[in-house]
């Protein structure tokens, strides 16, 4: 059996899909933009802001199903621009601890939802 969970400090999915969805103890977390849950706006301002607030989403939907950013396993990082790649990682490291960051591909590609610049999805085990 699977459980979908979702939160409204996230933003809202736009199509056939939930935030995240549990399943065997994995939650497996859909990609997530720089949408800011609370005034439905992107935030890019810089991607530093950009990728904090796709981090900032992630954590709720992690805290809606009881786990934090140390459960996370797995992430896939989308990219418009692998030129953004070491300002990407400096943000990305203000959330998770070097020595037990979870494995992680990071991918340019051509375009993604909205023409962000970023997208995050991920995978945590937990005992949610």
């Known amino acids: 059996m699977k459980k979908i969970i979702n939160t409204s400090n996230a933003p809202a999915p736009v199509g056939p899909y939930n ?5 065997g103890g ?14 439905g706006d992107l935030v890019q301002d810089s991607i530093e802001d950009e990728t904090r607030q796709v981090m900032k989403n ?13 459960h996370i396993v797995k992430c896939s990082v989308f990219v418009s621009d692998m030129h953004k790649y070491s300002r990407i990682n400096a943000v990305y490291a203000e959330f998770f601890d070097e020595d037990t960051a979870p494995a992680r ?10 023409f962000v610049n970023i997208e995050i999805s991920f995978i945590a085990v937990g005992n949610a």
């Open 19 to 23: 935030q995240s969805t549990l399943a």
């Open 105 to 114: 591909e990071l991918v340019e590609v051509a375009n993604l939802p909205k």
């Open 58 to 70: 992630i954590g709720a939907v992690l805290k809606e199903a009881g786990l934090s950013y140390e």
């Open 26 to 39: 994995v939650l497996y977390g859909s990609g997530q933009i720089a949408i800011n849950p609370a005034t």
